[in-house]
């Protein structure tokens, strides 16, 4: 008979104090089952009883908080019979969930074999992996585990492609290990080409106005798991609720920029306090009601290659009246390549590729809604939050698609920094790229000065990363570009050639592939990217040198 549920097992960890750990199983309906925690040696420290009960025939106990460490062996006794679990530690769980750059391996990202080769280092970083499972009905349990519970090998950790073990979840682990020296504990649950819709449960999509029908969902080329609502929360994430965790890690919306993109500002704060409230709820209130939560604002878009053809001369590095423009739209990939056999290209005309923004503006309004149309994490709507900015990660020639960028580190780095700050209540811990505090209209010169909450590192001038809209355009707004003039220290000049008259907007790093690797125009000293924003700017009066603007997040909807 099987006492435990599924996802017990040896080499656990179970959360530390001050929470306490739920631990709960199946049996015999009405029968008691004594739970016992005892030292390596065999003294018995802890014993708790519960009786099993209601209809599927389950028991729960809360564990008395612990603290760090171990091994300690984890008994459930109903009877003659028992089942015992070894090598249980006490540390921080944390959940990993989304799509496929959270299922990407640690087999596929950048410096492999080394990740792969550094998992002996890391005994007390357990890992564990549900299997891909969908259902119509909430589970109680996990149907099957990929991975059960397991001391990291390079086998493990680099199982196969999108399988197991989850690299970013991997390596943000490791770095909590390294910062805290608390045994950690990681639960992956991701699915690749999954939309949020399946991720969450009937109450999020009725709070957001989302069918809730399983025949509601047309399916969609761009993705390769299931996106009926519910099926995954459903299978995935339900059967997990009565764990006791330490936070959550969330690393999707790639999918959302082709399903209900502008509701994304709803589904994502209300998946995030639902799961809140059901794992508190799940945990018999061991998990806390403000469960710290991280997510990866995403990056990568379909981009236009636009190829200047400059007839009978070099090449196109300033687009003119004597160039033809030729636009190819297709997605940055390893080995992709255009067929020119009938372009309008006359003999001996030279081409020049210059990349250019997609008038598709989908994943660009995906980064702004991750943040509830706010811009910065943790905002109101979503308190205990933190964001990875990965605009700057791309990774055009990755065999996996430019889709799946191969630098993990530096997610799971930013990652950590907000997790130490968040989580954990480092107060000294920069988590935050630059954001923008004040604007300064200086009319008769045509500048706009934008005063930022940290000094700036200027990595380089990009003439289109910045862009106004001018009160003297119809509506809906044609964005306009606004060059880069200077970079102070916490100081950007724009010059405003194309706006002359009233700002009313202001917006940074709007494209569907804002920048090359780790070459956005704006950073801090410590290396993070400043994130992208959309801002309605208001008259506020006069101010020593211009006409002063209040900036104010904008909603898309």
Known sequence: ???????????????????GAVVWGHGELGAMVTVTLSEASGLIIMEKTAQVKGPSGTWTTVLDPMDRGGPYALVAEQGLENVTLQDIYFGDVWLCSGQSNMAMTVLQVAN?????????????????????????????????????????????????????????????????????????????????????????????????????????????????????????WNAMIHPLLNMTLRGVAWYQGEANAFLNTDQYNCTFPALITDW??????????????????????????????????????????????????????????????WDLSHSPLSPGSQLSTYRRWSADDSFARLRWHQTADLGLVPNARMPSTFMAVAMDLGDEHSPYGSIHPRDKQNVAHRLLLGARAVAYGDKDVVFQGPYPTRAILEVTRGLLNVTYSQELICHQRDAQAFEVCCSSQASPCQWLPAPVLAVGSRMVTLALSGCRTLVLGLRYAWAEWPCEYQACPLYNPQGLPAPPFLLNTLPAGNAAGGRELLLLPSSIN
């Open 1 to 19: 008979m099987r006492h435990f549920a599924s996802y017990y097992g040896d080499h656990m960890v179970l959360q530390k104090k001050p929470s």
């Open 276 to 337: 809140r409230r059901a794992f508190h709820t799940g945990s018999v209130g061991q998990t806390e009601p403000l469960l710290p939560f991280g997510f990866v604002q995403v990056w990568w878009g379909e981009r236009q290659v636009v190829l200047g053809v400059c007839p009978g001369r070099g090449h196109c590095k300033h687009m003119d009246a004597s160039c033809q423009v030729l636009k190819i739209p297709g997605r940055a990939h390893s080995g992709l390549s």
């Open 112 to 232: 492999a074999s080394q990740e792969l080769a550094a998992a002996a280092r890391y005994p007390y970083v357990r890992v564990f992996a549900a299997a891909p499972a969908r259902s119509d009905v909430e589970l109680e349990d996990l149907e099957q585990i990929d991975l059960p519970w397991s001391i990291p090998t390079a086998e493990n950790l680099g199982h196969g492609n999108f399988t197991y073990f989850s690299a970013v979840c991997w390596l943000l682990g490791r770095s909590l290990y390294e910062a805290l020296g608390s045994p950690i504990g990681l639960v992956e649950v991701a699915w690749r080409g999954t939309p949020i819709e399946a991720w969450s449960s009937r109450r999020v999509l009725q709070a957001c106005g989302l069918p809730e029908d399983t025949g509601s969902t047309s399916p969609h080329q761009h993705f390769s798991g299931p996106q009926t609502p519910s099926v995954l």
